[in-house]
């Protein structure tokens, strides 16, 4: 039973695409997020959802929007890629906000061509 | 000078041995302290809490101290299953965390 999970695991496209991940967790958890990760193995929190509304929203373009349709599910979707978008983002939950215990999905792989 | 440092490593160390290493933060109002712990091409998973009193795990302990903004993992006896790369994550506003970009550690047989 996989906690928090990802789809797509990796994702190739090419620059200009659109594209989206997806999260679930069946943790029961009240707060999910979204986080980048760089190839300097920065973790940079970019979305934080609680009870299905938003309230982080870093310095994120706003080519990027999460949509977070319940409490188990939080959507990331990339207008017009761009080759500086190559990252592996990860969907993290927690029981509430603030929690600094987060529970991370597996990541997903994108690579921008 | 950048909110949470670590030194990147690699740290490579015997199995059996001892091993520590440092995360120093910028924010001296910095309220809670953390490590984590990634496996290559895995996802993050918390290892532990840091408190002002330190905190002991079987072989892994962490420590704070404030007076020079740095906390502090150390792991005894270390195991090949040790090998990882180890995030330090800092509290420093609005409940947001700030992740260090991690130590990797390769424990060697």
């Known amino acids: 039973d996989t906690a928090v999970s990802q789809t797509p695991k990796y994702l190739v496209t090419q620059m200009g695409n659109d594209k989206s991940i997806k999260c679930e967790q069946n943790?029961?958890?009240?707060?999910m997020y979204w986080y980048k990760q760089d190839s300097k193995k920065f973790l940079k929190i970019m979305f934080s959802y609680n009870n299905k509304e938003l309230i982080i929203n870093e310095t994120v373009p706003n080519r990027f929007s999460p949509k977070s349709p319940d409490k188990a599910h939080l959507n990331l979707h990339i207008n017009s890629l761009e080759l500086g978008d190559s990252a592996v983002y990860f969907c993290?939950?927690?029981?509430?906000?603030?929690?600094?215990?987060?529970?991370f999905g597996p990541g997903t792989r994108l690579t921008v061509t | 000078r950048k909110e949470v440092e670590q030194d990147p490593g690699p740290f490579n160390v015997p199995e059996g041995a001892t091993v520590a290493f440092n995360c120093t933060y910028s924010?001296?109002?910095?309220?809670?302290f953390f490590w984590y712990r990634q496996d290559c091409r895995k996802e993050p998973k918390l290892l532990m809490s840091v408190y002002s009193s330190g905190n002991e795990d079987g072989r892994f302990t962490a420590q704070l101290n404030r007076a020079s903004q740095y906390i502090s993992l150390l792991i005894r006896d270390s195991k090949l299953s040790d090998s990882a790369t180890y995030l330090c994550v800092v509290n420093q506003r609005n409940y947001q965390l700030i992740w260090g970009a991690g130590t990797k550690l390769i424990i060697k047989p």
């Open positions: 993290a939950s927690s029981q509430d906000y603030p929690s600094y215990e987060q529970y």
């Open positions: 924010n001296s109002a910095s309220q809670s």
């Open positions: 943790l029961g958890h009240d707060t």
